[in-house]
């Protein structure tokens, strides 16, 4: 592809003095990656600023540099908004997969990934193949890949939909996180649809106030063909207010949605209720259990329905949707008690599982938690309030701390504690795991919360393996002996 080809596919003008007709080599918004050849993108981060090594990539064979102020430099081209600029690049590089499959995007605080493998399996049902971009990994029909982020960066992004369009995929469902919004990363991108689920407190450490959180989340209803949102939302209103696209809604509330559930029965080991739509009615027997996962129903068959795919086959796929890992897992232990690892990191997603395990539980209802370094800190005192308010015990102990003091975390949690809340403070999560399974009784749920999917621990600038199901398994052998 040639520098004059690249650009003008992007609305750019090849700069004075630069062959507008020398081959391009690659693109990269990292100088360290730069080859004879490559464009440079010049990306302002958090940590660094992508313009202090323009120079070095010069050196290092950089044929142009893209940029926002002027270096002083030869070869460059100033653009207002480099990393919306990097993205539509990126797009043309890979010569815009999005013609050749639908995306649909799925963004909110809690329910993505359990709502874009739900709508994964309904689209699969219908017979279409589907790629999956999200937290757990990325698919390819079947086939699995690993994953570092939510929602990657706009090259990894255009490189694995240009996969999957060789791949014959027909759809993409793709969890959209807000960081992603506000870094650009899918800028250029057009969804066919575009599915909220909630917006709760999280990744203020971030955005600062939930007003930026809310404008980041709506940035993907800009871009999108047709919004489904959820009407029960405490932010439903300001989200859908001002949208240039038609909105379809869900609620289990309000029948002035376009889809609802009606007479919600939950179950142990899932949650019945029924789909209603306009002259449509369908039972649901989802093998999830709790409200939430209604909510994640809902979305997922409404998004469907939207997409154009049958009422009943919608409610048949929808009964035959199994679990996530990592979301509201059961793990066996042949124990007369149960352990549950979920995800929950915040305060709205903590309520819920604990909401829905205290409805089944026998006994009492042990919550282990902690919450993650350098992160969000107003969350941490409400996290502990929310989980004195459901279970029973707490144990309270490290996530993910990273840079900061562990017990400096805990004391942050344990401020928002109530007078005489029953709970014991374990900070190595390993012993606080084994604690909490050795002083079970019988009927106990044990909640892992945090964690979920995830086998590894951020301790410092360290990777530690962590797989709570290997800990949980070497505590119940320990019992044994």
């Known amino acids: 592809m040639t520098l004059r080809n690249l650009l003008t596919g992007c609305g750019l003008t090849v700069p004075f003095g630069v062959n507008p007709d020398i081959s391009v080599a690659g693109l990269t918004c990292d100088s360290r990656r730069v080859e004879p050849g490559y464009v440079f993108v010049c990306i302002r981060g ?125 759809f993409c469902v793709m969890e959209v996180s807000s960081q992603a919004l506000d870094q650009s990363r899918v800028e250029g991108c057009l969804f066919e649809a575009a599915v909220f689920t909630n917006l709760t407190q999280d990744h203020l450490d971030y955005h600062g106030t939930m007003e930026n959180y809310l404008l980041a989340k709506k940035q993907l209803f800009l871009q999108c063909k047709t919004a489904i949102l959820n009407l029960d939302d405490d932010y439903y209103a300001a989200l859908s207010e001002g949208l240039p696209c038609p909105v379809v809604t869900y609620s289990t509330r309000r029948d002035t949605a376009a889809y609802t559930a009606h007479n919600v029965r939950p179950r142990p080991d899932g949650v019945d209720f029924e789909l209603v739509g306009t002259g449509v009615i369908g039972r649901v027997k989802l093998a999830i259990p709790g409200l939430f996962s209604v909510y994640n129903a809902l979305a997922a068959a409404t998004c469907a329905l939207t997409l154009g795919l049958d009422f009943s086959g919608v409610v048949d796929a929808l009964c035959r949707v199994t679990g996530v890992k990592g979301r509201a897992e059961v793990v066996p232990t042949g124990r007369p008690f149960t352990v549950v690892i979920d995800y929950a990191h915040s305060p709205d997603s903590l309520r819920n599982i604990l909401e829905t395990l205290k ?46 003091d562990p017990m400096a975390i805990i004391a942050d949690i344990t401020a928002g504690l109530p007078p005489r809340a029953p709970h014991t403070v374990i900070e190595n999560r390993r012993e606080a795991i084994r604690w909490a399974l050795q002083n079970s009784r019988d009927g106990d749920i044990i909640l892992l919360a945090g964690k979920g999917h995830e086998t590894y621990q951020l301790v410092g600038h360290d990777v530690l393996h962590l797989d709570e199901r290997e800990v949980v398994a070497e505590a119940l052998a320990e019992m044994k002996q």
């Open 46 to 170: 958090t940590a660094a600023d992508g313009h202090d090594f323009a120079s070095d990539a010069l050196q290092a064979g950089a044929l142009l540099l893209v940029a926002e102020r002027d270096l002083g430099l030869s070869n460059q081209l100033l653009v207002p908004a480099p990393r919306k600029t990097w993205a539509l690049l990126c797009a043309h590089w890979f010569g815009y997969p999005l013609d050749r499959i639908r995306l649909i995007g799925i963004t909110g605080t809690n329910g993505k990934t359990t709502t874009t493998y739900m709508l994964k399996s309904i689209l699969e049902e219908a017979g279409y193949k589907v790629g999956l971009i999200g937290t757990l990994q990325n698919m390819i029909g079947a086939r699995a890949l690993p994953t570092s982020d939510t929602t990657p960066y706009a090259y990894d992004l255009q490189s694995l939909l240009a996969l999957m369009v060789t791949d014959c995929c027909a």
């Open 359 to 404: 409805a089944g539980a026998a006994g009492r209802l042990v919550c282990l938690f902690g919450c993650g370094g350098d992160r969000d800190h107003g969350k941490r005192p409400l996290m502990a309030a929310v989980a004195a308010q459901y279970a029973d015990f707490l144990v309270i102990t490290s996530d993910n701390p990273r840079a900061e």
